[in-house]
């Protein structure tokens, strides 16, 4: 097993701006030295990322009916899960929710949707909404709504939106197992249709789907190759009713290297420990955020509650990092 010193080399590699190889990226993962490992992801992150951690809120602004099939989610048509379903929220509630987000710590807010892609009234109120946001609220707005088309995404880099979210969830060799409605391509195009807008690009994945450790870090280059502004790492939850329901708890030493090892992979990025934390890192979400992190989604999920903002906040003082 790869030791310190090969840690070490590799980080030295990416303090000088040379990208490591997927070889390296798979002995980095194989490592039992963990502390290494993280200590080295943590000085990456501080030498491009300084010490501050990205806080973010988030809203499910529709909620399901999404007529595509992705096994890990709860907000699919194909699956009977008991959440709360229900058509595009009205501007004044997503503004007041914005309001709580801000005066709760987060310095920006995303308004996610579950579409394939949005109808054109829909689109419509949803540009309206991040108008009144941005004149009511004065945050950071960013949009997760589906597939884009170029048009689309320059309307909304136009209005203010700063960030669109779209996640590639798995690497392209596992992600007919995960999805049969759309393939990897279709993320992948959506993805650079938001770049080639202007528009600043949001896209993570997914973790503990029953993915080998290969196609985890399949998925972490893929997302690499698309120079993003902020990648988000969710670990599953199994929602039950969903065919991934029966999907255990991930060991969080797991969890820790897999965040490392894409510190390594994305030195500059904002990597941020989304959905899944509270549950599977447990107590080592102030080493997730010393071993590679600098970003968090607070105050809850699409479907799933999450831990209180003033909570995080406090953790991230606590460990000599600055909210932003």
Same mark, same amino acid.
């Given at each position: 097993?790869?030791?310190?010193?090969?840690?070490?080399?590799?980080?030295?590699? *990416?303090?000088?701006? *040379?990208?490591?190889?997927?070889?390296?990226?798979?002995?980095?993962?194989?490592?039992?030295?963990?502390?290494?490992?993280?200590?080295?992801?943590?000085?990456?992150?501080?030498?491009?990322?300084? #010490?501050?951690?990205?806080?973010?809120?988030?809203?499910?602004?529709?909620?399901?009916?999404?007529?595509? #099939?992705?096994?890990?989610?709860?907000?699919?048509?194909?699956?009977?899960?008991?959440?709360? !379903?229900?058509?595009?929220?009205?501007?004044?509630?997503? *503004?007041?929710?914005?309001?709580?987000?801000?005066?709760?710590?987060?310095?920006?807010?995303?308004?996610?949707?579950?579409?394939?892609?949005?109808?054109?009234?829909?689109?419509? $109120?949803?540009?309206?909404?991040?108008?009144?946001?941005?004149? $009511?609220?004065?945050?950071?707005?960013?949009?997760?709504?589906?597939?884009?088309?170029?048009?689309?995404?320059?309307?909304?880099?136009?209005?203010?939106?700063?960030?669109?979210?779209?996640?590639?969830?798995?690497?392209?060799?596992?992600?007919?197992?995960?999805?049969?409605?759309?393939?990897?391509?279709?993320?992948?195009?959506?993805?650079?249709?938001?770049?080639?807008?202007?528009?600043?690009?949001?896209?993570?994945?997914?973790?503990?789907?029953?993915?080998?450790?290969?196609? $985890?870090?399949?998925?972490?280059?893929?997302?690499?190759?698309?120079?993003?502004?902020?990648?988000?790492?969710?670990?599953?939850?199994?929602?039950?009713?969903?065919?991934?329901?029966?999907?255990?708890?991930?060991?969080?030493?797991?969890?820790?290297?897999?965040?490392?090892?894409?510190?390594?992979?994305?030195?500059?990025?904002?990597?941020?420990?989304?959905?899944?934390?509270?549950?599977?890192?447990?107590?080592?979400?102030?080493?997730?955020?010393?071993?590679?992190?600098?970003?968090?989604?607070?105050?809850?999920?699409?479907?799933?509650?999450?831990?209180?903002?003033? !909570?995080?906040?406090?953790?991230?003082?606590?460990?000599?990092?600055?909210?932003?």
């Amino acid at each position: 097993m790869p030791g310190s010193a090969f840690i070490a080399a590799c980080m030295e590699k *990416v303090l000088s701006g *040379v990208r490591i190889t997927f070889a390296e990226a798979e002995q980095l993962l194989a490592t039992n030295d963990v502390m290494a490992l993280a200590e080295c992801a943590n000085t990456i992150t501080r030498k491009f990322n300084g #010490d501050v951690v990205d806080v973010e809120a988030l809203i499910n602004a529709k909620s399901g009916r999404c007529p595509e #099939d992705c096994s890990f989610c709860a907000q699919s048509t194909f699956y009977e899960t008991g959440i709360n !379903k229900y058509p595009l929220l009205p501007t004044e509630q997503l *503004v007041e929710n914005a309001k709580m987000a801000k005066e709760g710590g987060a310095t920006s807010f995303c308004l996610v949707c579950a579409y394939r892609s949005p109808p054109e009234k829909d689109f419509e $109120q949803i540009c309206d909404a991040i108008v009144e946001i941005k004149r $009511q609220v004065g945050t950071e707005v960013n949009v997760s709504l589906g597939f884009m088309t170029l048009e689309r995404a320059r309307r909304l880099k136009e209005i203010g939106v700063k960030r669109y979210n779209h996640n590639l969830e798995a690497s392209e060799s596992y992600f007919s197992k995960i999805c049969t409605t759309h393939d990897f391509a279709d993320r992948v195009n959506t993805a650079k249709t938001v770049k080639e807008a202007g528009l600043e690009l949001c896209c993570g994945g997914i973790i503990g789907m029953g993915e080998t450790a290969r196609q $985890q870090l399949e998925l972490a280059f893929s997302i690499a190759e698309l120079n993003p502004d902020e990648v988000p790492m969710n670990i599953l939850i199994g929602r039950e009713g969903t065919p991934m329901e029966d999907m255990g708890i991930i060991d969080p030493v797991d969890v820790i290297k897999a965040i490392a090892v894409w510190r390594f992979i994305m030195p500059e990025t904002i990597l941020k420990i989304a959905g899944g934390r509270e549950v599977h890192l447990k107590d080592r979400e102030r080493l997730a955020l010393k071993a590679g992190a600098n970003g968090i989604i607070t105050g809850g999920y699409l479907t799933t509650g999450g831990n209180a903002p003033n !909570k995080d906040i406090t953790m991230i003082k606590e460990i000599g990092l600055k909210a932003k």
